[in-house]
């Protein structure tokens, strides 16, 4: 997605990484960064106002209910193969491609 004007910041880049910015995840220089690009692009900034809707319901309905330690141990282990290259995230294979880490 993208609105079409130039940004310092760009759409692309602001969409891969905004749950990341709605966790607090990043530095205090790219949360300014993404700030500043919510400020100029509407389309950011309503698929961020949806994404921290969802968040909030997700929280509200299912905030209090303990995640295994199993099955967190398997979403960070997945997480890092993703971000080291050793499988593609989702988005990028072909459907029913579970991917080597599948069964994790």
């Given at each position: 997605m993208s ?5 310092e910041?760009?759409?692309s ?5 905004l749950?990341?910015?709605l ?13 500043e ?5 509407s ?6 106002g949806?994404?921290q809707?969802?968040k909030?319901?997700v929280?509200?309905c299912?905030g209090?209910d303990?995640?295994?330690?199993d099955l967190?141990a398997?979403?960070l282990?997945?997480i890092?193969l993703?971000?080291?290259g050793q499988i593609?995230?989702?988005s ?6 579970a991917?080597p880490a599948?069964a994790?």
């Amino acid at each position: 997605m993208s609105c079409g004007e130039p940004h310092e910041t760009d759409c692309s880049e602001v969409l891969d990484h905004l749950y990341e910015y709605l966790d607090r995840e990043m530095s205090d220089v790219e949360r300014h960064k993404f700030e500043e690009h919510f400020g100029e692009c509407s389309p950011c900034l309503e698929k961020y106002g949806l994404e921290q809707a969802v968040k909030k319901l997700v929280k509200r309905c299912c905030g209090h209910d303990d995640v295994p330690g199993d099955l967190r141990a398997k979403v960070l282990t997945r997480i890092e193969l993703i971000r080291s290259g050793q499988i593609p995230p989702v988005s990028e294979r072909s459907a029913g491609d579970a991917g080597p880490a599948a069964a994790t």
